[in-house]
């Protein structure tokens, strides 16, 4: 991370705030930093509690979102994750040695490994699941669902549009 906790320093700041409301652009993102730096803090918390890694928490937290029963592709996690395939690889044969993972060559394509969560961890994520409800009821307390609907719709469109900015600095470089 650059320029202190949230990410972010002044320089980089001022390529975003330009122009009408600068004040609002400028808080926005500040929010959005100390978002990311809040939900990392909350995942440590939750790796620990299994006494696995953050990054081995999220890749079980995305096995366990994919998964519909025949295993995820170590891709795909790693798309969800927007990490490299082999970072994945590595993490989850950490996973798969200290019983949190099962990975299974795909039928249809041996150079496809299969992921799915173990009984082992699907035991220990429930057993955190009252714990985790009550903290996403507490932290999403003031929206209703219509409310909900909308931030997720805008948060999607500006994923979307940071994506694509961030391949058009990448072709202009």
Do not use: C, Y
Not at 11 to 34: H, K, M, P
Not at 103 to 130: H, N, Q, W, Y
């Amino acid at each position: 991370m650059r320029g202190g906790s949230a990410g972010w320093n002044e320089n980089e700041l001022s390529i975003w705030v330009t122009g009408q409301n600068q004040e609002i652009i400028r808080q926005f993102i500040w929010d959005i930093a100390s978002i990311n730096v809040h939900l990392e803090g909350i995942r440590q918390f939750w790796a620990k509690e299994l006494g696995i890694s953050g990054p081995q928490w999220m890749i079980l937290m995305a096995v366990s979102d994919l998964d519909r029963g025949n295993g995820v592709p170590v891709k795909d996690v790693s798309a969800m994750l927007h990490v490299d395939p082999s970072f994945v690889t590595t993490q989850s044969k950490m996973l798969e040695k200290n019983g949190f993972m099962r990975r299974v060559a795909s039928r249809e394509d041996a150079r496809v490994v299969l992921m799915s969560l173990s009984d082992k961890a699907s035991k220990k994520i429930s057993a955190l699941s009252t714990r985790r409800e009550s903290l996403g009821d507490f932290i999403l307390s003031d929206f209703d669902e219509q409310a909900l609907k909308e931030i997720a719709q805008h948060m999607s469109q500006l994923k979307n549009r940071l994506e694509k900015a961030t391949l058009m600095l990448e072709v202009e470089s």
